[in-house]
T-cell receptor, first 114, second 114 residues
């Protein structure tokens, strides 16, 4: 079965530090890729998505992600984090051969120290 | 608020009881999804509707679980004879369909089995 891995379960950064969260998936076929964020007490919100085209995707709140097909990766980046970025981040993949469902990674809990 | 709406937000029940959750998707979205999320994990897919048709079901969806979307608008998820292992957050999401497959999530229903 296809799977999604997020290598960092917990990340602690100071404000203004750069962020990169890893996401890898197990399937070599066509995929749609997503990053979601869940702020404390809130619902999952879409940060950005990749369907096709430019592999560098820009999302909301200064986040971006790069799709590297040869590495089956879709890492999330932000050049300078803020305290308000403290949240849990989920990578999700729609595998074309698995229908319309999303397969999620286990999440990365980010804490930004002021 | 025109996002995905779920009711109730919390449900506490005794083992063996039946529970039903409701989801109202974003109004123009014809696709509706149910996921389950346990502590420290990413959401896991349960089932998917396109309009009123239930098109995909996960192996996680045992015969105690049933979902409906009778008129292609709101959906219900029923769990019969609840067990301790059913304790989780039940998430509903909706998407527009072809052309924009990004899924938008509700706040979820947290189920606790005593």
């Amino acid at each position: 079965a296809q799977s999604v891995s997020q290598h960092n379960h917990h990340v602690i950064l100071s404000e203004a530090a750069s962020l990169e969260l890893g996401c890898n998936y197990s399937y070599g076929g066509t995929v749609n890729l997503f990053w979601y964020v869940q702020y404390p007490g809130q619902h999952l919100q879409l940060l950005l998505k990749y369907f096709s085209g430019d592999p560098l995707v820009k999302g909301i709140k200064g986040f971006e992600a790069e799709f590297i097909k040869s590495k089956f990766s879709f890492n999330l980046r932000k050049p300078s984090v803020q305290w308000s970025d403290t949240a849990e981040y989920f990578c999700a993949v729609n595998f074309y051969n698995a229908g319309n469902m999303l397969t999620f990674g286990g999440g990365t809990r980010l804490m930004v120290k002021p | 608020d025109t996002g995905v709406s779920q009711d109730p937000r919390h449900k506490i029940t005794k083992r063996g009881q039946n529970v039903t959750f409701r989801c109202d998707p974003i109004s123009e979205h014809n696709r509706l999804y149910w996921y389950r999320q346990t502590l420290g994990q990413g959401p896991e897919f349960l089932t998917y509707f396109q309009n009123e048709a239930q098109l995909e079901k996960s192996r996680l969806l045992s015969d105690r679980f049933s979902a409906e979307r009778p008129k292609g608008s709101f959906s219900t998820l029923e769990i019969q004879r609840t067990e301790q292992g059913d304790s989780a957050m039940y998430l509903c999401a909706s998407s527009l369909g072809e052309g924009d497959q990004a899924q938008h999530f509700g706040d979820g229903t947290r189920l606790s089995i005593l």
